[in-house]
């Protein structure tokens, strides 16, 4: 009895030991995986540190290009502004040298009465 104990226990040492071993094994493996997916985390947070330093980056050429851009919409429309303000004063300028019809007619009349008072005095002293 003494040595089927023995046998079995020495029996259930080589199956501990066995078992522990491919343990030891697969924790190993795990280890290793654990190590390459520590090594991807670490990847992939870089990867999103650069992308997240891009994106930083353009939103600041951005607002660089959105504040140009505002720039030149107001310097657009105080174009704008001054040109009516042209526009107006031009068309008061060319309203106030018109001469009206009733002007033009005057004028017309008064040079051909002059006219014909010369022409009758030169007919008068000849």
């Known amino acids: 009895m003494v040595l089927f104990l023995l046998a079995t226990s020495a029996h259930a040492e080589l199956k501990t030991i066995s ?3 491919s343990d030891a094994g697969e924790m190993i ?4 995986d ?3 997916k520590d ?4 990847t992939v947070k870089e990867e999103v540190d650069a992308c997240n330093s891009k994106i930083f980056e ?4 951005i607002d660089e290009k959105g504040s140009q851009v505002d720039s030149c919409n107001t310097a657009l429309n105080n ?3 001054l040109n009516n ?7 008061k300028i060319i309203e106030e040298s018109k001469t009206s019809i009733f002007e033009k007619i005057g004028i017309a009349g008064g040079g051909a009465g002059i ?12």
């Not at 090594?39 to 670490?42: N, P």
């Not at 303000?85 to 068309?91: C, D, F, W």
């Open 58 to 61: 353009m939103q600041t050429v």
């Open 79 to 81: 174009l704008k502004e």
């Open 85 to 91: 303000v042209q526009k107006e004063s031009y068309e």
């Open 39 to 42: 090594e991807i985390i670490k």
């Open 34 to 36: 654990n190590d390459k």
């Open 115 to 126: 006219g014909i008072l010369i022409g009758v005095a030169i007919a008068i002293m000849i």
């Open 29 to 32: 493996v795990q280890l290793e």
């Open 19 to 21: 078992f522990y071993e």
